[in-house]
């Protein structure tokens, strides 16, 4: 079995990982890790993640959320013991699996948290489908489309709602959305079941902008994208399993 670490660039995190292999007998490799130990915040999962999808991860909070780390400071000998003798949880979280569409060809990419298209110099204009429906055509800055972890980032700042992970569904959430007697939009975060496909059609060709959680994408001739919430593909250790509310109380609502 391999392992890898990978650290936020702060003197603490630093420290910590320093620490960890010494006390870690596994071979030390970058080539394809079976277990990756995330020590940071959030973003710093998320960059693992991207870079080794297929690991099992272990997160270690020293960043400024960590709503995905399990382990904390004092569970340091706990985290050993679990890689050393397999004694820990693996839970499964979904993605945003996606396909850019542009006249000079295709992007694929996934998001754990989400995926937004924004152009904030001008009004989008988006034809928006669901399974091949039209559900409107949006015009304003742009469309966020999250995982039930990832309603707790970017979407919850936009007002969508933070979603219970045991529903699996994913959520659509407009920014910005242009409402007049002229335009009409939704207005409100549309959740939608697992098996549901979006489509996103530009209905003008202007400069924009496209995000699989840090990752973007900067294009001037974008068509379409199609998204679909893909289930059970990244894996998430711990020792104790945390629950969703404790995620959201030790996140947004410390006393």
């Given at each position: 079995?391999?392992?890898?670490?990978?650290?936020k660039?702060?003197?603490?995190?630093?420290?910590?990982?320093?620490l960890?292999?010494?006390?870690?007998?596994?071979?030390?490799?970058?080539?394809?890790?079976?277990?990756?130990?995330?020590?940071?915040?959030?973003?710093?999962?998320?960059?693992?993640?991207?870079?080794?999808?297929?690991?099992?991860?272990?997160?270690?909070?020293?960043?400024?959320?960590?709503?995905?780390?399990?382990y904390?400071?004092?569970?340091?000998?706990?985290?050993?013991?679990?890689?050393?003798?397999?004694?820990?949880?693996?839970?499964?979280?979904?993605?945003?699996?996606?396909?850019?569409?542009?006249?000079?060809?295709?992007?694929?990419?996934?998001?754990?948290?989400?995926?937004?298209?924004?152009?904030?110099?001008?009004?989008?204009?988006?034809?928006?489908?669901?399974?091949?429906?039209?559900?409107?055509?949006?015009?304003?800055?742009?469309?966020?489309?999250?995982?039930?972890?990832?309603?707790?980032?970017?979407?919850?700042?936009?007002?969508?709602a933070?979603?219970?992970?045991?529903?699996?569904?994913?959520?659509?959430?407009?920014?910005?959305?242009?409402?007049?007697?002229?335009?009409?939009?939704?207005?409100?975060s549309?959740?939608?079941?697992?098996?549901?496909?979006?489509?996103?059609?530009?209905?003008?060709?202007?400069?924009?902008?496209?995000?699989?959680?840090?990752?973007?994408?900067?294009?001037?001739?974008?068509?379409?994208?199609?998204?679909?919430?893909?289930?059970?593909?990244?894996?998430?250790?711990?020792?104790?399993?945390?629950?969703?509310?404790?995620?959201?109380?030790?996140?947004?609502?410390?006393?």
């Amino acid at each position: 079995m391999k392992y890898y670490i990978v650290q936020k660039e702060d003197e603490l995190s630093k420290k910590i990982k320093s620490l960890l292999m010494e006390k870690i007998h596994l071979e030390y490799s970058h080539q394809q890790p079976d277990y990756v130990i995330v020590i940071g915040g959030d973003g710093t999962l998320l960059a693992a993640v991207h870079q080794f999808p297929n690991a099992i991860f272990f997160a270690i909070h020293t960043g400024h959320l960590g709503f995905y780390a399990n382990y904390t400071l004092e569970d340091l000998d706990c985290l050993v013991e679990d890689i050393h003798h397999g004694s820990f949880i693996v839970e499964k979280l979904d993605i945003i699996q996606g396909k850019i569409e542009t006249s000079k060809g295709s992007i694929e990419d996934f998001a754990i948290n989400e995926m937004t298209i924004l152009c904030p110099l001008k009004p989008l204009i988006l034809e928006v489908k669901i399974d091949g429906i039209r559900l409107e055509t949006f015009r304003g800055t742009g469309i966020c489309i999250s995982t039930s972890y990832g309603s707790t980032a970017y979407n919850k700042s936009l007002s969508g709602a933070v979603i219970d992970p045991k529903l699996k569904a994913f959520q659509l959430t407009e920014i910005a959305g242009m409402n007049s007697n002229q335009y009409r939009t939704l207005s409100s975060s549309l959740l939608l079941s697992t098996d549901r496909r979006v489509e996103l059609e530009a209905k003008e060709h202007r400069g924009l902008v496209i995000t699989f959680d840090q990752i973007s994408y900067s294009l001037q001739d974008f068509n379409r994208a199609s998204l679909f919430l893909k289930a059970s593909q990244i894996s998430l250790a711990h020792h104790n399993e945390k629950s969703f509310i404790d995620r959201i109380r030790r996140s947004f609502l410390k006393d």
